[in-house]
């Protein structure tokens, strides 16, 4: 039987945000996908969230749900990657216009509103 290897925290770092570039998930999602124990998980997501990378979504005494501070806003609705990869597509031409047309970079919030405008 070989030896387990011990991951990196920037490893573990990394890996949580990938987790994450699919959209909000518990720690227990994340740790299972990761194959970290739960404990580890929180530990870096709090970290995480400290250094304002990640945001706690949804807390409860059970349950804690995560999502990347860069994520686009989902409202947390569970879309397919088709849908989340779209939507970035489309979002990022708007932002790119908006640019060219005022010279700054549109707030989410504005560029929400001119999206579904």
Do not use: C, H
Not at 12 to 17: A, E, G, P, T, V
Not at 25 to 42: A, D, Q, R
Request: positive net charge; charged residues 30%; glycine residues 4%.
């Amino acid at each position: 039987m070989a030896a387990k290897v011990k991951k990196t925290p920037e490893k573990i770092r990394l890996d949580i945000l990938n987790q994450l570039n699919d959209g909000p998930k518990t720690i227990s999602e994340i740790g299972e996908n990761i194959n970290s124990n739960w404990l580890t998980v929180e530990k870096f997501l709090k970290v995480l969230k400290k250094e304002r990378v990640v945001m706690e979504i949804i807390s409860s005494p059970k349950m804690k749900i995560y999502r990347r501070i860069d994520d686009l806003a989902y409202y947390g609705l569970p879309f397919s990657k088709d849908i989340r990869d779209n939507s970035s597509s489309l979002l990022f031409t708007i932002a790119e216009k908006w640019k060219s047309k005022t010279g700054a970079n549109p707030s989410k919030t504005m560029l929400q509103k001119v999206a579904v405008e």
